[in-house]
């Protein structure tokens, strides 16, 4: 079955300091790819997505690119701010099965610190 | 502006009580999920629907059950709350084609099962 795994947490860092968060997944065929993220005491919101090979998304200053041939799709961020700090989770959407349902990875909380 | 909403935000119950969660939306939106989100797991989905009278079980879906009588209500029922049951519970909602993939989240609902 489809399955994410991304690093885990927490991720500490100095502001302005460089992000990666990895994610790697496995599922049927061409999935979409996105990355969400939860503030706080928030629902999750949609940070990107991408739907295709070599597709990079882009927002807020984050960025992924999405890698088939090793199956992945690392978040990355030049310069993280304190306000950056909050929980990411990967997650994915096997279009080849009709599926609707996303299937997320375990998160990864970021705390970014001034 | 359209949006989803969840009641109530916390509840704390007894083992053995019958509890709805309700999750309304305002997207007009055909599919709409349960997730319970719990560490370490990510979110996995409970259940879901893509339309009205229309209901389908996800990967952790036993004690609980969903009906869905118009297009913008998926309440959540626990049969006979269990401890293991105590979570934080997402609703979610998404379009039709090309707008399936993006997700929108309701705030959550913690649930605490005593």
């Known amino acids: 079955g489809d399955s994410v795994t991304q690093m885990e947490g927490p991720v500490t860092l100095s502001e302005e300091a460089f992000l990666t968060i990895n994610c790697t997944y496995t599922a049927t065929g061409y999935p979409s790819l996105f990355w969400y993220v939860q503030y706080p005491g928030e629902g999750l919101q949609l940070l990107l997505k991408a739907t295709k090979a070599d597709d990079k998304g882009s927002n807020k200053g984050f960025e992924a690119t999405y890698r088939k041939e090793t199956t992945s799709f690392h978040l990355e961020k030049g310069s993280v701010q304190v306000s950056d700090s909050a929980v990411y989770f990967c997650a994915l959407r096997s279009r080849d099965t009709g599926r609707r349902a996303l299937t997320f990875g375990s998160g990864t909380r970021l705390q970014v610190q001034p | 502006d359209a949006e989803i909403t969840q009641s109530p935000r916390h509840k704390i119950t007894e083992t053995g009580r019958q509890v709805t969660l309700a999750c309304h939306q305002t997207w007009n939106h055909n599919n709409m999920f349960w997730y319970r989100q719990d560490l370490g797991h990510g979110l996995r989905l409970i259940h879901y629907?893509?339309?009205?009278?229309?209901?389908n079980k996800g990967e952790v879906s036993d004690g609980y059950s969903v009906s869905r009588s118009n297009t913008e209500d998926l309440p959540l029922t626990l049969e006979s709350a269990a401890s293991s049951q105590t979570s934080v519970y997402f609703c979610?909602?998404?379009?039709?084609?090309?707008?399936?993939?993006?997700?929108?989240f309701g705030p959550g609902t913690r649930l605490t099962v005593l």
């Open positions: 629907s893509y339309g009205v009278q229309d209901t």
């Open positions: 979610a909602s998404s379009g039709s084609g090309s707008s399936t993939d993006t997700q929108y």
